[in-house]
Every structure is written in structure tokens, then in C-alpha cells.
Nanobody, 114 residues
Framework: QVQLVESGGGLVQAGGSLRLSCAAS????????MAWYRQAPGKQREWVARITSGSSTIYANSVKGRFTISRDNAKNTLYLQMNSLKPEDTAVYFC????????WGQGTQVTVSS
């Protein structure tokens, strides 16, 4: 069974940085466009950034210029480098395949204090 396991979250002050990782099993990762999503308390899950199998990227306006998505196909791992964090970035962060989503993982909590 294919699994997605997110890690790297934590508590950080505004202006700080975190790097999230998403480990995915097997060939599902290497061939697919992947994305990071987030869900803040009381809000719907929203898309944050995505990357194609060829590493083309696109970002939500709210994170453009601050977040960088990347992938290591050899390690089946997706990353999200988050800089200049703001309190409004506080959320549980998830990764998934864009066009054929898998079951959601547990996510990783990011909390940004003001």
C-alpha cells in the first residue's frame, strides 16, 4: 500500500524557517506531479505549491517568494522549504499526488508564533 509520511513541522517564531519532508513509496512518486497542501483550524484544506515530475513549480499567491517546493526522485521525497514564516502559515501540512490523490497522511503541524 502506497503511503505518504510528512515530517519536519514544529513551533517557530514569525520570520523563521522550517523544512518539511514527505516520504512516498515507489514509482507513484517519480512519475507524478506532487503538491503540498495545508489545513488551518476551522478552515478547508488548501493547495500551497506543486511540482511536476520534471520539477516545474507553481505556488499559491500567499506563499510565493517565501516557500520553495522541491523533490528528490532518487529518494522518493518531496520537500517544502518555508522561509519568512507568518502566523497565518500555522496549519497542518500534507503532501499528495495531484491528479490521482492517495489517502491523506497524518500531516505535520506547523505553528508560527507572533
Amino acid at each position: 500500500q502506497v503511503q505518504l509520511v510528512e515530517s519536519g513541522g514544529g513551533l517557530v517564531q514569525a520570520g523563521g524557517s522550517l523544512r518539511l519532508s514527505c516520504a512516498a513509496s515507489g514509482s507513484i512518486f517519480q512519475l507524478n506531479t506532487m503538491a503540498w497542501y495545508r489545513q488551518a483550524p476551522g478552515k478547508q484544506r488548501e493547495w500551497v505549491a506543486r511540482i511536476t515530475s520534471g520539477s516545474s513549480t507553481i505556488y499559491a499567491n500567499s506563499v510565493k517568494g517565501r516557500f520553495t517546493i522541491s523533490r528528490d526522485n532518487a529518494k522518493n521525497t518531496l520537500y517544502l522549504q518555508m522561509n519568512s514564516l507568518k502566523p497565518e502559515d500555522t496549519a497542518v501540512y500534507f503532501c499528495n499526488v495531484v491528479f490521482s490523490p492517495l489517502a491523506w497522511g497524518q500531516g505535520t503541524q506547523v505553528t508560527v508564533s507572533s
